[in-house]
């Protein structure tokens, strides 16, 4: 990293103007004036830096303001706010292809997107950058003498077993407040009949709701819950320092695989910009194997490989869900298994 | 007033024209029909699709104590999932009020129990749109259900531009097949006339028969006019042949009794003014009686040159005879008549067209070069070409130059006190050309006389 | 000598006929075919002059018929057609020669001798005066013991003197006799050949004696 001034601010909804939340704002200077390209995203800044750092290296004279959101924010801000961003990147898939499909993005064209296979981008709108499974993370500590749970029917015997070992002490998305905790949950519920067991065992023992997989994670490590069930591997994987406190796990029954995707809204002011931003991220994501978001192992040939890999289909599917009484109903039945009185 | 059209003057150019033309319209008719066909199978299947998708959704529709419950199923959007990511958009209403979905969205009208269609602009782009409503009850309360279930057509777009390729693939391809068709046709309609052609141009100039060629019905009628008119030449060719023979006939008798009998007459009187007037009597019947001849021969010969009948021709023997024939008539000027030839020398030719040339040259030789002097003939073989050459010691010809003897009628200035009408020269080189050969007139180079050379390619 | 005439056109034929008369031969006239064959059949003729168009046919059908029948007189066609169709037919007919109407006398009597001396060879008709003979077909003058060979122009102008020993032969008749019509020649002209014919009879006691004023004169023993 050169001299490159990197000023870090944190803001914490600062502007009432807003009626999106901000969870962090970075500002990535550039050393010459140029464009500004503006970021909303859901990835979290420690893991999104190296990616912006080397986008400025290859293009210098752009600066980035980075502004970190939740996946919900997101669709507040493009839509309801109508605030000017240049890239939304999100890991909620949904999301970003009703903002496509309602006509809220641009469309793009280089050799870097006519190069993803035809499954990774939708319209030429929405570009999948990585393909991300959802894990289980476990407590060292709290399955030590335990056998590892392989699938969600394993945690679920784990669970009824030792009731009192994991009481109050299971964290999973609060899909009410997460657009990627419901993505998740609901492609889960429509891929089997266990999912909605698992979310009346976890139901019955007091779990924790959490907005983000960073914080499930760390909790996990640190030993105040147990299991974090339904947490972005990627992030997982890319805490290093704390794998010797948990345990990451594919489920074999079948694992949600998800593609982080980008979308150039139509408000922005530097399409241009903003197209050179979503070459890097798939040339460095997908052809030059830096693996930062790629849980290991998952390539485009272990998808057809291994069967228990279930991507989520980058297509017309995912709007169903984010119909408002579908949404509305899945809420209910969620509620109702997750929240149990007393 | 030009005529902006001209009609293509070969029948095979014409044929192939309209054929190619015949093509070019079926082809397009073609592209139209198949692509007209494929726009409305994707559509129907589009249709089909959004029907299906609005009818599982209106499936999952029921009443749920007192409330409407719609559970709208993955499949429904899934299943429009198609190559090109077309958008989709939906909208559910209960008694015409929106209950779920894009409020905006217009439905499809006519919309019942069976499925509506419709193609209408949203968002800025075309939609198709498929409406399926149901009633349901909510105690006791009937309230009507309508799904709208739409879908841009990128996909239509896309099949479409596809099958427009394969289709003009297929017009081009179509036409391609169908004008090398077409060229063959008139190729082989114009080789049926050219085998008549070649028929009747193979056959050589004194093959007047009829034409007896396989040709195509169609082309009959022409064999019957062309053997009509073959019969017809054949019939004029052998009247101007016998008049000819007539002409010479009716001319020559007579002229022969006055001669003959001036000349007995001659050999009786006596007094020297008779005998002056006899002798100019014969020298004019002489001089018509050689034009006359002279001029049906070059009547004969221009009939024969015209159409050439071509045989092998020994020159050596033809020639020699001719001058032992002749030789009586330059004994009665005591002239030497030689004659030397180099062997056999075959030619192609009329061997009756050859043979009044040669003698024509020999008469003038005879009849211009003055008595007591020698006329040489040689026949040698020079390169490719038999070339005959004759020299006398006469007058020669006039120094203004030979070359314009051979037209008709010229004589040398110098001849005038000879009895010739001048179409000796003019023959013998008519023939010379018929045969592809050549007449030289000149000098003998060195001394007094004439040097004619006849030469004939050689077989 | 005997000919038959085979000739159509009486004018012409009487000419003809008048010709070789005066000049001693003996002739018949037939005036078609049939004639003609009825001729032949009964008598030998020493030449047949042919004419080729006649009432009855064609000349060419005489003459092959003559041929097939083993008759093989000498024949000389006259044609008044156009020599270029003609002449093969008529030769390959058989004929020996032919001669297109109209035609000069001499030539007539040049071909006739020239066939008959083919045909018949030498010494057949000579005529006599004293120490010489003249032998008008080979065209030879026998003087004494040497034979002398004739040009055609000495032999015709001995002729005329042989067949009128005697006579006073003017310088006219013997220019109409030697040279053709179309030449213009001088009566002059023919005192070259008298004076060869002269040295061909000298030393013998036959002589050519100018009679001035009037011509020549044969004289004989």
């Known amino acids: 990293m050169r001299t490159l001034i990197l000023s870090l601010a944190l803001t914490l909804l600062a502007l009432p103007l807003r009626a999106y939340e901000v969870e962090e704002h970075v500002r990535f200077p550039s050393e010459r004036a140029g464009p500004e390209l503006r970021v909303i995203s859901t990835a979290d800044v420690d893991l999104f830096t190296p990616f912006i750092l080397g986008f400025q290296a290859r293009n210098p004279g752009i600066s980035v303001d980075y502004y970190m959101v939740s996946s919900s924010e997101i669709e507040i801000a493009l839509t309801e706010d109508g605030a000017q961003f240049d890239l939304a990147i999100s890991s909620a898939m949904d999301q970003q292809l009703r903002l496509a499909n309602d006509g809220l993005v641009q469309s793009y064209r280089s050799t870097a997107t006519a190069s993803l296979p035809t499954w990774a981008r939708w319209r030429d709108r929405v570009f999948a950058f990585t393909q991300e499974p959802a894990a289980i993370v476990l407590s060292r500590a709290d399955f030590e003498g335990l056998p590892l749970p392989r699938t969600r029917q394993d945690l679920i015997t784990a669970l009824r077993e030792h009731p009192e070992r994991f009481q109050g002490r299971i964290g999973t998305y609060d899909v009410r407040e997460s657009g990627l905790g419901y993505l998740f949950a609901t492609q889960d519920g429509r891929s089997s009949e266990t999912f909605w067991r698992l979310t009346q065992v976890i139901g019955g023992l007091g779990p924790r709701l959490y907005c983000c997989s960073s914080d499930m994670i760390e909790d996990t490590a640190s030993g105040r819950i147990a299991v ?115 | 007033m030009r005529r902006a059209f001209h009609a293509p003057r070969s029948i095979r150019r014409r044929l192939t024209l309209q054929l190619v033309t015949g093509a070019a319209l079926i082809a397009l008719v073609l592209f139209v029909i198949v692509f007209n066909f494929a726009r409305q199978i994707g559509s129907e299947s589009q249709d089909r699709i959004l029907a299906a998708s609005a009818a599982s959704i209106l499936d999952e529709t029921s009443v749920i104590s007192g409330r409407i419950a719609i559970d709208i199923p993955y499949s429904a959007f899934s299943m429009l999932d198609n190559a090109s990511d077309d958008r989709v958009f939906y909208r559910i209403t209960r008694d015409g009020a929106g209950l779920t979905g894009y409020d905006d969205l217009p439905a499809a009208a006519q919309a019942g129990a069976a499925p509506g269609f419709d193609t209408v602009r949203f968002r800025g782009e075309d939609l198709r749109v498929a409406t399926l409503s149901r009633r349901l009850s909510i105690g006791g309360t009937p309230v009507q259900i309508a799904v709208t279930v739409g879908q841009t057509r990128d996909a239509l777009a896309d099949v479409l531009s596809r099958i427009l390729r394969v289709t003009v693939i297929l017009g081009i391809g179509f036409f391609a097949a169908s004008a090398m068709l077409a060229v063959l046709a008139g190729q082989s309609t114009a080789n049926s006339l050219r085998r008549l052609a070649g028929s009747v141009s193979r056959r050589g100039p004194q093959d007047l028969r009829p034409v007896v060629a396989e040709v195509p019905s169609e082309m009959r009628p022409l064999v019957a006019s062309l053997n009509s008119l073959i019969a017809r030449l054949s019939t004029a060719l052998t009247r101007t042949e016998d008049f000819i023979a007539e002409a010479a006939h009716r001319v020559r008798t007579p002229l022969a009794t006055v001669r003959a009998h001036a000349e007995n007459t001659l050999r009786r009187v006596d007094k020297e003014e008779n005998r002056v007037a006899l002798r100019e009597m014969i020298r004019a019947i002489d001089e018509s009686s050689r034009a006359a001849g002279q001029l049906l021969d070059h009547a004969m010969v221009s009939i024969r040159a015209d159409q050439l009948d071509l045989s092998p021709v020994a020159l050596n023997a033809l020639v020699g005879e001719l001058v032992d024939r002749l030789r009586p008539v330059a004994d009665l000027k005591d002239m030497d008549l030689r004659y030397r030839g180099d062997g056999p020398l075959e030619i192609l030719g009329d061997p009756i067209l050859i043979q009044n040339a040669v003698r024509n040259l020999l008469d003038n030789a005879i009849k211009y070069a003055p008595a007591d002097t020698p006329i040489r003939v040689t026949l040698t073989h020079q390169g490719r070409s038999a070339v005959l050459t004759i020299q006398d010691e006469g007058i020669g010809f006039p120094e203004s130059g030979a070359a314009h003897l051979t037209g008709r009628f010229a004589r040398g200035e110098n001849a005038a006190g000879v009895i010739g009408s001048g179409l000796g020269l003019t023959i013998a080189d008519e023939v010379a050309r018929a045969h592809h050969g050549k007449l030289t007139v000149a000098n003998t180079q060195g001394g007094p006389g004439a040097c004619v050379r006849l030469s004939f390619p050689l077989r | 000598m005997r000919f038959l005439l085979v000739e159509d056109n009486r004018q012409l034929a009487s000419a003809i006929l008048d010709r070789l008369a005066i000049d001693g031969h003996v002739v018949d006239h037939a005036e078609d075919l049939a004639t003609a064959e009825e001729y032949t059949s009964t008598t030998d003729y020493d030449l047949i002059l042919l004419d080729i168009m006649l009432p009855d046919g064609d000349g060419r059908s005489f003459l092959n018929a003559e041929r097939a029948r083993g008759k093989n007189t000498p024949v000389i066609v006259l044609t008044a057609r156009s020599e270029v169709s003609d002449r093969v037919g008529a030769l390959d007919m058989g004929a020996d020669d032919y001669i297109a109407k109209p035609f000069d006398f001499s030539e007539l009597e040049a071909r006739c001798r020239a066939v008959l001396r083919r045909r018949t060879g030498t010494a057949t008709n000579t005529i006599r005066f004293g120490q010489v003979a003249l032998d008008a077909l080979a065209g030879t003058l026998s003087n004494g013991s040497k034979v002398i060979e004739l040009r055609n122009r000495e032999l015709r102008l001995l002729e005329v003197f042989f067949g009128a020993p005697g006579q006073i032969i003017p310088k006219s008749k013997l220019v109409d006799r030697l040279f053709s019509y179309d030449e213009d020649v001088s009566e002059n002209a023919i005192e070259v050949y008298v004076g060869r014919v002269r040295r061909h009879l000298e030393g013998s006691d036959v002589s050519i004696v100018t009679v001035r004023g009037l011509g020549y004169r044969l004289a004989v023993p």
């Open chain 1, 228 to 342: 974090a069930y339904n947490v972005l591997g990627s992030y997982a994987q890319a805490r290093e320092d704390l794998h010797d406190r948990i345990h990451v796990i594919a489920p074999e029954d079948f694992t949600t695989v998800l593609m982080r995707t980008v979308v150039i809204p139509v408000a922005a002011e530097q399409p241009a910009a903003a197209g050179l931003f979503i070459d890097h991220l798939i040339e460095n994501v997908w052809f030059e194997d830096s693996g930062r978001f790629a849980f290991p192992g998952i390539t485009s040939d272990s998808l057809t490989e291994n069967a228990s890999l279930r991507p989520i289909q980058l297509g017309p599917g995912l709007l169903v869900y984010l119909d408002r009484l579908k949404r509305q109903q899945f809420m209910e039945e969620w509620e109702a298994a997750m929240v149990q009185p007393g």
